[in-house]
Nanobody
Framework: QVQLVESGGGLVQAGGSLRLSCAAS????????MGWFRQAPGKEREFVGA????????YYADSVKGRFTISRDNAKNTVYLQMNSLKPEDTAVYYC?????????????????WGQGTQVTVSS
């Protein structure tokens, strides 16, 4: 298990950008698939994107494809979510999650470690 701490959330106008960070504890960070999920008020948590162990492979939800980019720095035990062209419907609590398997997954049940979440609010 790894401990995860998100940061970088905040209030931004539509069309703006934010970069979320997720710092992980532990010495085996590079062997975790890392994912980002979000949960809007009154809605279920949904998959945003995920990145492979080495960062060569990424996968995104259709709703964010082309606007959001996931990257990771294994030397810093950190994964990032760059969010551009933000829309009011992107407003949610964003969570990072870790999966201790090689294959990328897109459902929250497949991730064993979670951060506490960071709020992103996009105003119109």
């Amino acid at each position: 298990q790894v401990q995860l701490v998100e940061s970088g959330g905040g209030l931004v106008q539509a069309g703006g950008s934010l970069r979320l960070s997720c710092a992980a504890s532990g010495r085996t960070f590079s062997r975790y698939v890392m994912g980002w999920f979000r949960q809007a008020p009154g809605k279920e948590r949904e998959f945003v994107g995920a990145i492979s162990w080495g960062g060569a492979t990424t996968y995104y939800a259709d709703s964010v494809k082309g606007r959001f980019t996931i990257s990771r720095d294994n030397a810093k035990n950190t994964v990032y979510l760059q969010m551009n062209s933000l829309k009011p419907e992107d407003t949610a609590v964003y969570y990072c999650a870790a999966r201790q398997y090689r294959d990328i997954a897109t459902t929250d049940a497949d991730f064993g470690s979670w951060g506490q979440g960071t709020q992103v609010t996009v105003s119109s």
